[in-house]
C-alpha cells in the first residue's frame, strides 16, 4: 500500500509540474503607434519593419522545443479566416537581438488588417504537441485620448455587413452625459445620453442604398471635451485588406498585454 501511495504521488507531481510547463507557453503583446515609432529612439529597428503603420511585438515565453513552429491566426469576421505561417527558433532569436528585447519574438504589422478588426493568435510546435495560449489583438486599433482627465475611447469592429462597432470609454463616469454627433452619406444622428461606465456604445455607420463610405463621429463630453473620430463602413473597410491605406489613427499610448 505504501509503495502504490509513493508511485501516485510521484505520479502527481510529474503531472503538476508537466501542466505547469504547457501553461507557461504564452503569447504577448505591445501595439506601438506609428507616431511613436517615428518619433522614438528606441524604436528606430522596428521603424524598419513598415514605415507610417502601427506595430506588434509579440513576445514569445516558456517557449518548448521544437525543429520548427507554427503561427496560426483567425480573423473571424472573414471569409477565409485561418492562415499559418511556419518559423524557426532562430528567426525569434534574431529579432529579439535586432530591437535589443531580452525575450523571443515576433512582429506583426498593421497593413492590411481592417480597424478595428480582432485576431487571434497561437505558436505551436510543429508536431502540434504544444500550443501557446491564445492571444487576442487588434493590430489596427482604434483609440482615442483626450489629454485633460485621461479618458480614452477605443473601438473594435465586430461585424462587416453590415458594419458594426462597440465603442468603449475609459476615464469616463456613470451618469455623464455624452452627445454623440454622427454624419455618414448625408446622413446625420444627433442623440444626448447618459453613459454607463462598462457599457458599450453601438454604432452602425452604413447608409441604406450605399455600399461603403466615411462616418465622422463626434462624442462631446458634458465639460467640452471631443473625441473626434472617421470610421470607413462596408467597402471602405474592406479596401484596407489591399495593404495601401494608412493607419485612421497615427498615435495612441502603447497598448500592452
Known amino acids: 500500500m505504501r509503495l502504490t501511495i509513493k508511485y501516485l504521488t510521484l505520479f502527481l507531481l510529474c503531472t503538476f509540474f508537466t501542466c505547469a510547463q504547457a501553461e507557461s507557453f504564452k503569447l504577448s503583446y505591445q501595439t506601438i503607434s506609428a507616431s511613436e515609432i517615428e518619433k522614438n529612439p528606441k524604436y528606430q529597428n522596428l521603424k524598419q519593419f513598415d514605415p507610417g503603420h502601427h506595430q506588434t511585438i509579440i513576445k514569445i515565453q ?13 480573423r473571424p469576421l472573414l471569409i477565409k479566416s485561418l492562415g499559418q505561417r511556419e518559423y524557426t527558433k532562430e528567426v525569434f532569436t ?18 492590411g488588417f481592417m480597424p478595428g478588426e480582432k485576431v487571434t493568435w497561437t505558436l505551436e510546435t510543429q508536431d502540434g504537441a504544444s500550443i501557446s495560449e491564445k492571444a487576442e489583438i487588434i493590430p489596427h486599433p482604434i483609440m482615442l485620448e483626450v489629454p485633460m482627465g485621461g479618458a480614452k475611447l477605443k473601438a473594435e469592429l465586430v461585424s462587416l455587413k453590415p458594419t458594426y462597432y462597440e465603442m468603449y470609454l475609459e476615464g469616463v463616469q456613470t451618469f455623464e452625459k455624452l452627445n454623440l454627433r454622427s454624419f455618414s452619406s ?43 473620430l472617421r470610421l470607413p463602413w462596408g467597402d471602405e473597410v474592406l479596401d484596407y485588406l489591399k495593404g ?5 489613427i497615427l498615435e495612441f499610448t502603447a497598448i500592452k498585454k
Open 94 to 111: 534574431r529579432l529579439k537581438d535586432f530591437l535589443g528585447e531580452d525575450e523571443l519574438l515576433l512582429v506583426t504589422s498593421s497593413r
Open 186 to 228: 448625408g446622413e446625420t444622428i444627433d442623440n444626448d445620453f447618459h453613459y454607463t461606465q462598462g457599457s458599450c456604445i453601438a454604432l452602425m455607420p452604413g447608409v441604406i442604398g450605399k455600399e461603403g463610405g466615411l462616418c465622422d463621429l463626434t462624442l462631446t463630453r458634458q465639460k467640452g471635451a471631443e473625441f473626434k
Open 62 to 74: 516558456g517557449l518548448p522545443e521544437s525543429e520548427n513552429y507554427i503561427l496560426k491566426w483567425e
Open 244 to 248: 495601401d491605406k494608412d493607419p485612421i
